[in-house]
């Protein structure tokens, strides 16, 4: 982290005006006229100009300097090098065969009417390899995994948590095979059931839940945890 280099003097051409005005109500209180339409102002004005632009390379020393300290004790500054980012590829619809992004893909920001595309080059090869979704199981905080891949074949609902899910509740999800550095999931579909009649209700992003969330991890599993 760069340090911020202090300012010798942070007056700025208001405050000079402001202060020579003072001045003048202290040293010449017969000067009334302090408009800008008066020629003395324009004077004040004038000098305060030329002054502000002396400020302003006056506080460009402690840079040079800062730089100079370095030098004698030896540290160099890195030369210039590129900025990296992740990027992140999604595919337009499901492919039977693995897709690959080799190194060198150009991918960019957008551009806007102010700012123009930043380009960006990925740095190693990436493979989308095809994968479906084969295994299920829950696993409630307290109790035994239970295993709803035949379920999931069915296409039938798994209840993901028990009736009152409590922290700890987990639900896994297993791929035909592995996909590294690859994103499973997009977003998280919750059908919240009446506690009555089970019947399942509209789609939901959020479920409210008394202080718990539920939350998608990196090992591909949801948990209820204390919020």
């Not at 002054?51 to 302003?56: P, R």
């Not at 509209?202 to 939350?215: K, N, Q, S, Y």
């Amino acid at each position: 982290m760069t340090l911020p280099s202090p300012n010798l003097d942070d007056r700025r051409f208001q405050g000079l005006v402001d202060e020579a005005k003072r001045l003048v109500q202290q040293r010449c209180p017969e000067w009334t006229d302090h408009n800008v339409s008066d020629p003395g102002v324009t004077l004040i004005e004038a000098f305060a100009t030329m002054v502000d632009q002396l400020v302003y390379r006056l506080n460009r020393v402690p840079d040079k300097n800062y730089l100079a300290f370095l030098d004698l004790i030896g540290v160099r500054l890195y030369p210039p090098t590129a900025a990296r980012t992740e990027a992140t590829f999604w595919l337009s619809a499901p492919q039977p065969e693995p897709v690959r992004i080799h190194a060198g893909t150009e991918v960019a920001t957008v551009r806007t009417e102010t700012e123009e595309a930043v380009v960006f080059t990925t740095g190693r090869d990436l493979s989308v390899v095809p994968c479906d979704l084969t295994h299920l199981a829950t696993w409630p905080a307290t109790g035994d995994a239970t295993d709803r891949s035949q379920e999931l074949g069915l296409g039938r609902d798994v209840p993901c948590f028990g009736r009152t899910p409590t922290p700890g509740d987990c639900l896994y999800l297993g791929l035909s095979q592995p996909v590294p550095g690859v994103d499973l999931v997009e977003d998280v579909r919750l059908f919240p059931a009446d506690p009555v009649t089970g019947q399942r209700a509209e789609a939901t992003t959020r479920i409210e839940l008394d202080r718990h969330a539920l939350v998608f991890s990196y090992e591909h599993q949801l948990r209820v945890r204390e919020a």
